[in-house]
């Protein structure tokens, strides 16, 4: 069965300091894959999806980046973190117009 | 552009008794999917149901049911008997293609 982990759970970094989230995927090949950020009681922002090996795309100009060095790893990057970074960042995977499954998120308090 | 509205930001339910969940959205494509998500306070995202647009028939899962109306865009998720573990958040999602929209979600809380 597939499975998808997320880490870490919660991380509070400062302003101006560098962020790395990463998300692997297990028991799938080639999914297309998603970071999401969620405002608190709001809804899903996405933010990049990539349907290959380094194929990102970007929907919002933003301080993040995003990386995909391998089949079913992806990353989320910042050089440097902004307070509106803050937020809940959902990494997703799916195969081609089928559901998508979430992970189980991370919580990103800057201060 | 395609997009999904859902208009109730919040709805309450009488344990046992059904509640409907309305979401409607705007596409120009004719082959897509639409999706209900669940959000406990947790904040797991945890697929509901499932509808394929070219399928007539309703989706159904158990106590979960839809109502889908092709020609209108409307996608309302009926929930029946209803029991305290189904408060949650609840977000309607379409997918055309690699993208997928959601809605900006439906508090559901559920009344011992």
């Known amino acids: 069965s597939q499975t998808i982990h997320q880490w870490p759970a919660t991380l509070v970094q400062p302003v101006g300091s560098p962020l790395s989230l990463e998300c692997t995927v297990e028991g799938t090949s080639n999914p297309n894959l998603y970071w999401y950020r969620q405002a608190a009681g709001r809804g899903l922002q996405l933010l990049f999806y990539s349907v290959g090996i380094g194929q990102i795309s970007s929907e919002v100009p933003q301080n993040l980046s995003a990386s995909r060095p391998q089949d079913r790893q992806f990353i989320l990057s910042s050089k440097k973190l902004l307070l509106s970074d803050s937020g809940f960042y959902l990494c997703a995977w799916s195969l081609r117009d089928h559901e998508q499954y979430f992970g189980p998120g991370t919580r990103l308090t800057v201060t | 552009a395609q997009t999904v509205t859902q208009s109730q930001p919040e709805m309450s339910v009488q344990e046992a008794e059904t509640v409907t969940l309305s979401c409607t959205y705007d596409?120009?494509?004719?082959?897509?999917?639409l999706f209900w998500y669940k959000q406990p306070p947790s904040r797991q995202m945890i697929l509901v149901i499932r509808q394929e647009a070219y399928k007539q028939q309703n989706a159904t899962e158990n106590r979960f049911s839809v109502n889908f109306q092709k020609a209108a865009k409307s996608f309302s998720l009926k929930i029946s008997d209803s029991q305290l573990g189904d408060a949650a958040m609840y977000f309607c999602a379409y997918t055309g293609t690699y993208k997928y929209i959601f809605g900006t979600g439906t508090r559901l809380k559920v009344l011992a």
């Open positions: 596409t120009s494509e004719s082959d897509y999917y």
